[in-house]
């Protein structure tokens, strides 16, 4: 998303978190741009999925979206409240006009969190080939009142075998690998990691910069006892 949401990323931030938190987020941001560490990739190999349904819990459901005609009011304001609202239609205008789907998680009828995925492509260059049977998964988010309760390994692995089901063949996704909530998360679904990169963009281009794969073994044994 473009650089010009940033001072509005981290007004939303002060507010919820006070100056103190903000201050420590900024730091943290200018570290991460003179000192950018690795993203973790990870694919699924969804023909590996199993074939049988995949039941939900009871006191959840997931559905999808195509634009923003079929998003309830409430659930707009809801996603407005926890990501902005000029954010948030800015993503769904651009996101919704690539093909890219919506997916909302619901637990007791309420809200909770979301991800979007695309078919084919990416929103962004994305750090490897991207092929017509591939999906990628991005912009996963659970609200922060509803983390620690196992909510976001359920709801990925249900959209990856609803997105089996449309026959495509594997699914991509990534993170910061300082994200170690999302990593652990992830590492209960059916999403393995396969490398570790960094993408740069040198006169305008996008440039993947891979590490050993001795790199990311290393990271598995040493910060994610999930992913061995």
Not at 76 to 105: D, P, T
Not at 107 to 113: A, E, F, I, P, S
Not at 132 to 161: A, K, M, S
Not at 185 to 210: C, D, E, Q
């Amino acid at each position: 998303m473009g650089r010009h949401f940033l001072p509005t990323r981290f007004i939303r931030y002060y507010r919820r978190k006070g100056i103190i938190n903000t201050i420590h987020r900024v730091f943290q941001k200018i570290r991460e741009l003179f000192f950018r560490k690795p993203d973790i990739l990870f694919f699924a190999d969804l023909p590996r999925l199993k074939n049988e349904e995949y039941v939900l819990p009871a006191d959840f459901g997931v559905e999808f979206v195509r634009n923003e005609a079929e998003v309830s009011r409430q659930d707009i304001n809801i996603l407005c409240e926890h990501i902005g609202e000029k954010i948030f239609r800015y993503q769904m205008e651009e996101r919704f006009s690539e093909g890219a789907l919506l997916w909302l998680v619901k637990v007791d009828g309420m809200l909770v969190g979301y991800i979007w995925t695309i078919r084919g492509t990416t929103i962004q260059p994305h750090f490897s080939p991207v092929t017509t049977n591939d999906v990628h998964f991005f912009d996963n988010f659970i609200f922060e009142e509803f983390r620690g309760r196992g909510i976001n390994p359920v709801f990925v692995d249900y959209v990856l075998w609803k997105v089996r089901k449309e026959g495509l063949i594997r699914a991509l996704i990534e993170t910061k690998v300082t994200n170690t909530p999302e990593i652990r998360s992830l590492a209960k679904t059916h999403f393995k990691p396969y490398g570790l990169a960094r993408k740069l963009n040198i006169l305008g281009r996008s440039v993947t910069m891979w590490t050993q794969r001795t790199d990311l073994d290393k990271y598995r044994k040493t910060n994610w006892v999930g992913l061995m």
